[in-house]
């Protein structure tokens, strides 16, 4: 053991890097940016291409504040400051819309495709039957 | 275990040679007392149903072994079977007759066996379909027995299934199925081995909105069929239901007049892309829009919307597909040519 140890340690010092694993910590997930929707889920069915839902802009600002572009049924109607509960590992977005007392608090996931980050959040705007999950990627502007 | 308390069979069972046990299905009771004291296939949205269904098995040959009865319904789909029927059953000569026995939803990981791949509501919607309705807007929900029950020779008990069925709230004309089987047998080809039946129309009555009549064909659907404005709200045109000039056309429009509940009324019939419905495939003259109906009849804020009135046109407004025509290529005689379809925006109980 202590002989792979060595040839461990010595195969990698070529390849030894600033950080070391004691130093670690894992990044924040950084879900600041503008995004729009790549797919619309209707319970479980894709309707993406059913209708127009390119125009649509969630942007969430690095200082924290959140507006909505080209509005679309969201848990918000609007613009406001949004958190996290975790910054590294989030699973609840909130959005405080300007002058409301409390906060809507959804459940995200975001998933990285292709090398990129996506945001998927999953809601009810309408009857609390029929479950809608947006994708969203992030857009250029 | 008591001998008695061993059930002999009351089930389909696999057909292995010398072993059989033959599911009958006596008699399916769907009446309901009525206002007027008598029985009728017929209830109030939103109220409980209770339907029969009795019937007896033939056990022969050497079997000897247990056996789970399945059971399952045939039901539109907004009366949302799975989550708001509970069927129990009494059996003779096995449980203590007396005893009411539970079922369960079977879970999707458990196919048929011999449909391996399906779930069983899947399973029995490609065995079964519809049945005599021809509305695709039904599903299939399969319970199990929660006690196995042992299976041997000599046995012809008899069983009987209690469904308590709470309606949806929209109205309705719809022939309910119903069927019996074992998961030993799990749905092979041999009707000895389960039964399925039909009732006659039953109704509900006393929503909001027109009657559905599952029995026939429908030029319009909307999904999902429970909907608030802030939903996605898809509206096929099923042109090939019956002969109409509207498919000969190039572009099909949707046109609707929203109705709130403040009093508002709010109207599209432009002929922008967000009104003109995609056709859903060359081979099927089936046309369909997605709205937003917040935003599409641009409804202010603090208003709702209850009801969407709605046709389907051509582009210069020329020929026009209604529940006039709708009723009219049904059989029906509508009180006048412009009555148009209606969708009620309620999410029910």
Same mark, same amino acid.
């Given at each position: ?141 | 275990m008591k001998r008695r308390y061993k059930i002999y069979a009351f089930m389909a069972l696999a057909?292995?040679?010398?072993m059989t046990a033959c599911v009958f ?28 269904v009795k019937g007896h098995v033939d056990v022969s040959g050497d079997r000897d072994d247990a056996d789970i009865l399945v059971f399952?319904?045939?039901? #539109? ?10 069927p129990t059953y009494h059996a003779t000569e096995s449980l203590d007759p007396e005893d009411e026995q539970t079922m369960s ?10 449909? #391996?791949?399906?779930?069983? #509501? ?21 319970w199990q027995a929660d006690v196995p029950v042992w299976i041997y020779n000599g046995g012809h008990p008899h069983y009987e299934i ?18 019996v089987n074992g998961v030993a047998d ?7 081995y389960y ?104 409804? #202010? ?49």
């Amino acid at each position: 053991m202590a002989a792979l140890m060595g040839f461990a340690a010595t195969s990698c010092d070529s390849y030894k890097d600033n950080e070391t694993p004691d130093k670690f910590v894992e990044a924040d997930k950084d879900l600041s940016g503008v995004w729009s929707l790549t797919k619309v889920m209707r319970n479980n069915v894709d309707i993406t291409s059913t209708m127009d839902f390119s125009k649509f802009r969630l942007r969430l600002n690095p200082d924290g504040s959140y507006s909505l572009e080209n509005r679309l049924p969201f848990p918000v109607r609007h613009s406001g400051l949004w958190s996290v509960d975790d910054p590294a590992h989030p699973f609840m977005l909130s959005f405080t819309e300007d002058g409301a007392i409390g906060a809507m608090e959804v459940g995200i996931q975001y998933p990285i495709v292709n090398g990129m980050r996506q945001l998927s959040i999953t809601h009810s705007p309408g009857c609390g039957s029929n479950k809608y999950e947006y994708l969203f990627v992030k857009a250029n502007n | 275990m008591k001998r008695r308390y061993k059930i002999y069979a009351f089930m389909a069972l696999a057909c292995i040679a010398f072993m059989t046990a033959c599911v009958f299905l006596d008699s399916l009771e769907v009446d309901q007392p009525q206002p007027d004291g008598t029985m009728a296939p017929r209830i109030k949205v939103g109220e409980t149903a209770t339907f029969t269904v009795k019937g007896h098995v033939d056990v022969s040959g050497d079997r000897d072994d247990a056996d789970i009865l399945v059971f399952a319904m045939l039901a #539109p789909r907004n009366w949302n079977i799975r989550y708001n029927v509970v069927p129990t059953y009494h059996a003779t000569e096995s449980l203590d007759p007396e005893d009411e026995q539970t079922m369960s939803v079977i879970p999707d990981a458990s196919s048929p066996k011999n449909m #391996p791949g399906y779930t069983w #509501p899947e399973a029995l919607m490609e065995r079964f379909g519809l049945g005599p309705n021809r509305f695709n807007d039904m599903e299939w929900v399969a319970w199990q027995a929660d006690v196995p029950v042992w299976i041997y020779n000599g046995g012809h008990p008899h069983y009987e299934i209690t469904v308590k069925c709470k309606a949806g709230m929209e109205n309705l004309v719809a022939c309910l199925g119903f069927f019996v089987n074992g998961v030993a047998d799990g749905l092979t080809t041999d009707d000895r081995y389960y039964k399925v039946v039909y009732s006659d129309p039953f109704t509900v009555y006393g929503g909001v909105g027109e009657e559905v009549d599952y029995s026939k064909l429908r030029f319009n659907t909307v999904e999902p069929t429970r909907a608030l404005q802030d939903d996605f709200v898809t509206f096929t045109f099923s042109g090939d239901a019956y002969e109409n000039k509207l498919i000969e056309c190039e572009q099909i429009y949707f046109e609707g007049k929203a109705y709130t509940a403040e009093g508002g009324e709010y109207t599209v019939k432009d002929r922008s892309d967000d009104l003109l419905m995609k056709r859903e495939n060359t081979f099927t003259h089936s046309y369909s829009v997605t709205i937003w109906p917040a935003g599409l009849f641009n409804i #202010p804020e603090g208003e709702t919307i209850t009801k969407i009135d709605y046709v389907f046109t051509n582009a210069d407004g020329s020929i026009v597909v209604n529940k006039s025509l709708d009723d009219k290529m049904s059989g029906g005689t509508p009180a006048s040519d412009d009555v148009p379809f209606t969708f009620n925006l309620v999410c029910g109980v």
